[in-house]
Nanobody, 124 residues
Framework: VQLQASGGGLVQAGGSLRLSCAASGLTFSNKVLGWFRQAPGKEREFVATISWGGSRTYYPDSVKGRFTISRDNAKNTVDLQMNSLKPEDTAVYFC??????????????????WGQGTQVTVSS
């Protein structure tokens, strides 16, 4: 199983980035997918999750209205569009996949598969 995240980089506050994650070696369409982030000295936190078919999404208040998660089950990809970025969004971003159906269960320990992480840095 491999999840390969890409698209991170350096952006000014107010700018946008789009992260993408390509999966292989797993049955993609029956997995809940998520994006998480971890800043130095902080715990890993979820920023978005999406249900099997993509019709249901879930975000914390800190990113709601700015971030959008989407998936393409035909291409085995999950994307995270990030707009109106803030310096506090700076972190390493990880894509992840889990078995089960509850996309609102955002405990990182429930996620079986993880990508390698991609750095997002937002300058003020």
């Amino acid at each position: 199983v491999q999840l390969q995240a890409s698209g991170g980089g350096l952006v000014q506050a107010g700018g946008s980035l789009r992260l993408s994650c390509a999966a292989s070696g797993l049955t993609f369409s029956n997995k809940v997918l998520g994006w998480f982030r971890q800043a130095p000295g902080k715990e890993r936190e979820f920023v978005a999750t999406i249900s099997w078919g993509g019709s249901r999404t879930y975000y914390p208040d800190s990113v709601k209205g700015r971030f959008t998660i989407s998936r393409d089950n035909a291409k085995n990809t999950v994307d995270l569009q990030m707009n109106s970025l803030k310096p506090e969004d700076t972190a390493v971003y990880f894509c992840a996949a889990r078995s089960g159906v509850d996309h609102t269960d955002v405990n990182p320990k429930k996620y079986n598969y993880w990508g390698q992480g991609t750095q997002v840095t937002v300058s003020s």
